[in-house]
């Protein structure tokens, strides 16, 4: 009967980290064009590329215009590698802008993914801890367009997956001083994953242990 009190108990904490789970966005590939003159990434024109950032599935805002949704970047959990020299974001973040990670379903007619300051907006990029020319901030901006339908809804847990080449339409990556595009990356691949809880993990193993030690006894 203890034994299955304890996992009941493990059941409904897996459950309960479900409904809010962690996602880990990945962008790997290499420099195309430009150079940045500016900041810590000064005299950056060559190189393996990448970006990362944590969301939560459930933190997230609905477009009311398009059929869009934007999930808020973990701010403290950006990393952007290019050059072999790493940034992340600012801190505290530019007043007035939310860095978003936007999904896009049949919109109207295509899937896709852009970093933004606006679900209702384009892919404006999101602000890096890197001083620009003409902004106070470098703006790194990334967007992936579809045509094959890639997307079954805006749930970030249904867009789970590898995003390839295979059935891109338009994407871009790369960097913005002031709206001016001053660098350009090409992506390899981006994947969408979900990361384990931590607490449901450690409950898991804790209702194992206290199993074994029963059988044990």
């Known amino acids: 009967m203890r034994k299955s009190i304890t ?15 962690k996602v880990l966005v990945e962008i790997t590939g290499s420099w195309d064009f430009g150079r940045i003159r500016s900041g ?17 599935s459930t933190d997230f805002v609905d477009s009311g215009l398009f059929p869009t949704r934007g999930y808020n ?3 403290d959990s950006f990393s952007l590698t290019v050059g072999g020299i790493t940034v992340g974001m600012p801190n505290p973040f530019p007043a007035g802008e939310t860095p ?12 896709g993914f852009f970093l933004g300051s606006s679900v209702d907006g384009f ?10 020319r003409l902004d106070p901030y ?43 595009q001053i660098a350009g990356m090409i992506f390899d691949e981006f994947t969408i994953t979900v990361v384990p809880a931590p607490g449901a993990l450690a409950m898991l193993g ?3 242990l206290m199993a074994t030690r029963r059988r044990r006894a």
């Open 7 to 21: 996992l009941m108990v493990c059941a409904a904490a897996l459950a309960g980290s479900a409904s809010a789970e």
């Open 40 to 56: 810590v990434l000064d005299g950056v024109s060559s190189g393996a590329a990448s970006t990362s950032f944590m969301l939560d």
């Open 73 to 75: 970047i973990i701010q």
């Open 100 to 111: 978003l990670f936007v999904l896009r379903d049949n919109d109207p007619a295509v899937d």
């Open 123 to 132: 892919p404006n990029g999101v602000s890096i801890d890197n001083e620009g």
């Open 138 to 180: 470098l703006k790194t901006i990334f967007s992936a367009t579809y045509g094959n339908d890639p997307l079954s809804s805006l749930d970030i847990l249904d867009a789970v997956g590898t995003y390839t080449f295979d059935g891109l339409t338009v994407f871009n990556w790369g960097f913005e001083d002031a709206g001016l």
């Open 206 to 208: 804790l209702g194992g």
